[in-house]
């Protein structure tokens, strides 16, 4: 759903840069060497952003269409 503030593991304070990590992978850079350019070298924290999945997009989706079906019944 959305990136946890910290890493399950360590401990370690993730979730703000996430959105530098999701940016630069966008614009074509490598995952890993995203990743070693923001210093996150641990691999219990590398595991929190290379197996992340943002749902929250389509868990709205299935809500806004829930709700419209209700409606017409």
Known sequence: ???PIR????GRLIA???????RR???GE???KVLD???????????MFLSHVELIDE?????EARRREGERH
Not at 7 to 10: A, S, V, Y
Not at 16 to 22: A, H, L, P
Not at 37 to 47: E, K, L
Not at 59 to 63: G, I, Q
Request: proline share 3%; glycine share 6%.
């Open 1 to 3: 759903m959305i990136i």
């Open 7 to 10: 890493c399950f593991t360590c």
């Open 16 to 22: 703000d840069k996430w959105e530098e990590f999701v």
């Open 25 to 27: 992978v966008k614009e």
């Open 30 to 32: 490598a995952p890993g």
């Open 37 to 47: 350019d923001m210093g996150i070298t641990r691999y219990c924290c590398r595991r």
């Open 59 to 63: 868990m709205l989706k299935y809500e």
